[in-house]
T-cell receptor, first 110, second 115 residues
Framework: DGGITQSPKYLFRKEGQNVTLSCEQN?????MYWYRQDPGQGLRLIYY???????QKGDIAEGYSVSREKKESFPLTVTSAQKNPTAFYLC?????????FGQGTRLTVV | DAKTTQPPSMDCAEGRAANLPCNHS???????VYWYRQIHSQGPQYIIH???NNETNEMASLIITEDRKSSTLILPHATLRDTAVYYC????????????????FGQGTILTVHP
């Protein structure tokens, strides 16, 4: 929504494999965020970045890693250390007034 | 960031106004109130935000009490498509009036609009 693209929409991976979720924005936003949502729950913050080459851990960063090499891109890697990776992942970007969200990636680990 | 409290669920008849309350009694002077909604399996959608004055846009109105400890989101004529989870969030604004830092979501209110 609003120029934020998450891909793919659905992703299946085998247990023990790392997987990278893509988030791209063309809104020239400085800040980007990754959230995780489990069924019937609210969004929980994984990582956020307010500027290129800098990012901070959110509330549930364990088992995840990110990079912010370009303003437009904020990929999230779900590592094998994440004990329960199956979830709905949402990316957002923000220029300091309103944050806009992508449509999410549903990750299923089998 | 201040915490918010919302009722877990509410019902509303189609065509009537939906009034969704939010308590944010620990809000600081530099925190905005934001409302988002999420329709099943989609990304949250921004609705409205405000600091201390009441706000209105094409989607909704936001009424903030004078002490800023609570607010109400009003959908003036609810439709079936307004059925969603509504999140009330408070967020710090910097001196320039922009907001940075994490958006912290609670459980939200499940609004069900029925015919």
């Amino acid at each position: 929504d609003g120029g934020i693209t998450q891909s793919p929409k659905y992703l299946f991976r085998k247990e023990g494999q790392n997987v990278t979720l893509s988030c791209e924005q063309n809104l020239n936003h400085d800040a980007m965020y990754w959230y995780r949502q489990d069924p019937g729950q609210g969004l929980r913050l994984i990582y956020y970045s307010q500027i290129v080459n800098d990012f901070q851990k959110g509330d549930i960063a364990e088992g995840y890693s990110v990079s912010r090499e370009k303003k437009e891109s904020f990929p999230l890697t779900v590592t094998s250390a994440q004990k329960n990776p199956t979830a709905f992942y949402l990316c957002a970007s923000d220029k300091g007034v309103v944050a806009f969200f992508g449509q999410g990636t549903r990750l299923t680990v089998v | 960031d201040a915490k918010t409290t919302q009722p877990p669920s509410m019902d509303c008849a189609e065509g009537r106004a939906a009034n969704l309350p939010c308590n944010h009694s620990t809000i600081s002077g530099n925190e905005y109130v934001y409302w988002y909604r999420q329709i099943h399996s989609q990304g949250p959608q921004y609705i409205i935000h405000g600091l201390k004055n009441n706000e209105t846009n094409e989607m909704a109105s936001l009424i903030i009490t004078e002490d800023r400890k609570s607010s109400t989101l009003i959908l003036p004529h609810a439709t079936l498509r307004d059925t969603a989870v509504y999140y009330c969030i408070v967020r710090v604004a910097n001196a320039g009036g922009t907001s940075y830092g994490k958006l912290t979501f609670g459980q939200g209110t499940i609004l069900t609009v029925h015919p």
